[in-house]
């Protein structure tokens, strides 16, 4: 597919550095019309490479096909790291909870480093099962190549934004990136109220997602509000503006609803990562050139912390 090819409505946008900073420009101006536009995009030649995505997805397949038991072992704590059961998240505005479950890891800070020590919130080590010891390497190495592929983008959505491509770098010195695996049962056709996740907007600032071949995954179109499918494309990931880059572009960049009803017959896997900065980053919509902000200032960390204690529900009995 040529660049700039629109697929469903979404466009595929081409990462490819053919050298001389003349695609940086490309990118950020395709990326500039699918923010504003759809709010949804694909990319291709990412730079995450198969062999690590297809690593990522064996071992935490293998991870949540484990006894509830074993799994248990790792359950989700304070900081967000380990493993979701189903039905522990409601997104908002949703009568039940979605079918899925995911294991969250983020950046891998030891308990005695100052940021911990400090008491900052979401910060901590990763938690790994001892059943699937595969499962630590493969999903660092997925953190870790998706991180980076997020830090490019973002040098692009700066340009897109009339930023200097380097505005955001300094606001992920520590990234809160949080990447989780996350696993579908399939949902029975006459279903008509259950949701792999129910209608939501993200809450971070950018969303990159590995979906596999299943499908399930709706858009909701900004102008006619109907549902569009973003179907698996091979060799590309989909991303997507949330909240928080919404606040801090103040609208110039909106979130878009989106829901996953896995109606393939079999399980459903995908790895969404929701790349987001620092959690002291001030989220200033003046800084990025508002002259009206149509928000106060926040804080990321403050931001996340709010739309997690809607969501979940370890948050609330904690
Ligand atoms: O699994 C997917 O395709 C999307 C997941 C999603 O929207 C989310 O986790 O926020
Ligand atoms: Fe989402």
Redesign the pocket.
């Given at each position: 597919m040529p660049d700039g090819a629109v697929q469903q409505g979404l466009p595929v946008i081409d990462l490819a550095d053919r050298g001389g900073g003349a695609d940086l420009h490309r990118v950020a101006a395709e990326i500039r019309a699918a923010c504003t536009g759809p709010g949804f995009f694909y990319i291709r030649n990412h730079g995450v490479p198969e062999a690590v995505i297809a690593a990522a997805v064996a071992a935490s397949r293998r991870f949540f096909l484990l006894p509830e038991a074993v799994k248990v072992e790792t359950r989700a704590n304070l900081v967000h790291r380990g493993w979701h059961r189903a039905g522990g998240a409601v997104m908002e505005g949703a009568t039940k909870p979605d079918l899925k479950e995911f294991f969250s890891i983020g950046l891998d800070l030891p308990e005695d480093h100052p940021l911990v020590l400090a008491g900052e919130k979401l910060r901590g080590p990763n938690q790994w099962p001892a059943a699937v010891p595969e499962l630590r390497p493969a999903m660092e190495a997925y953190f870790a190549a998706i991180g980076a592929c997020g830090a490019r983008l973002l040098r692009a959505v700066a340009i897109s934004l009339d930023l200097p491509a380097g505005f955001f770098d300094p606001f992920y010195g520590l990234p809160l990136q949080r990447t989780?695996a996350?696993f579908?049962p399939p949902q029975p056709a006459d279903d008509t109220e259950g949701f792999?996740?129910a209608p939501?907007t993200?809450f971070g600032c950018i969303?990159l997602?590995w979906?596999d071949d299943s499908g399930?995954?709706e858009v909701r179109e900004r102008q006619s509000g109907a549902w569009i499918p973003a179907p698996p494309l091979p060799g590309t990931l989909v991303v997507n503006v949330g909240d928080l880059l919404g606040r801090w572009s103040n609208n110039r960049f909106a979130s878009t609803p989106?829901r996953?009803v896995n109606r393939s017959g079999h399980e459903r896997m995908?790895i969404?990562t929701f790349y987001d900065p620092d959690f002291a980053a001030p989220i200033d919509p003046r800084a990025l050139g508002a002259a009206q902000p149509a928000y106060e200032p926040t804080t990321c960390g403050d931001h996340i912390l709010g739309r997690f204690a809607q969501a979940f529900a370890y948050r609330k009995s904690a």
């Amino acid at each position: 597919m040529p660049d700039g090819a629109v697929q469903q409505g979404l466009p595929v946008i081409d990462l490819a550095d053919r050298g001389g900073g003349a695609d940086l420009h490309r990118v950020a101006a395709e990326i500039r019309a699918a923010c504003t536009g759809p709010g949804f995009f694909y990319i291709r030649n990412h730079g995450v490479p198969e062999a690590v995505i297809a690593a990522a997805v064996a071992a935490s397949r293998r991870f949540f096909l484990l006894p509830e038991a074993v799994k248990v072992e790792t359950r989700a704590n304070l900081v967000h790291r380990g493993w979701h059961r189903a039905g522990g998240a409601v997104m908002e505005g949703a009568t039940k909870p979605d079918l899925k479950e995911f294991f969250s890891i983020g950046l891998d800070l030891p308990e005695d480093h100052p940021l911990v020590l400090a008491g900052e919130k979401l910060r901590g080590p990763n938690q790994w099962p001892a059943a699937v010891p595969e499962l630590r390497p493969a999903m660092e190495a997925y953190f870790a190549a998706i991180g980076a592929c997020g830090a490019r983008l973002l040098r692009a959505v700066a340009i897109s934004l009339d930023l200097p491509a380097g505005f955001f770098d300094p606001f992920y010195g520590l990234p809160l990136q949080r990447t989780q695996a996350i696993f579908y049962p399939p949902q029975p056709a006459d279903d008509t109220e259950g949701f792999g996740v129910a209608p939501h907007t993200d809450f971070g600032c950018i969303t990159l997602l590995w979906q596999d071949d299943s499908g399930g995954l709706e858009v909701r179109e900004r102008q006619s509000g109907a549902w569009i499918p973003a179907p698996p494309l091979p060799g590309t990931l989909v991303v997507n503006v949330g909240d928080l880059l919404g606040r801090w572009s103040n609208n110039r960049f909106a979130s878009t609803p989106h829901r996953v009803v896995n109606r393939s017959g079999h399980e459903r896997m995908s790895i969404a990562t929701f790349y987001d900065p620092d959690f002291a980053a001030p989220i200033d919509p003046r800084a990025l050139g508002a002259a009206q902000p149509a928000y106060e200032p926040t804080t990321c960390g403050d931001h996340i912390l709010g739309r997690f204690a809607q969501a979940f529900a370890y948050r609330k009995s904690a």
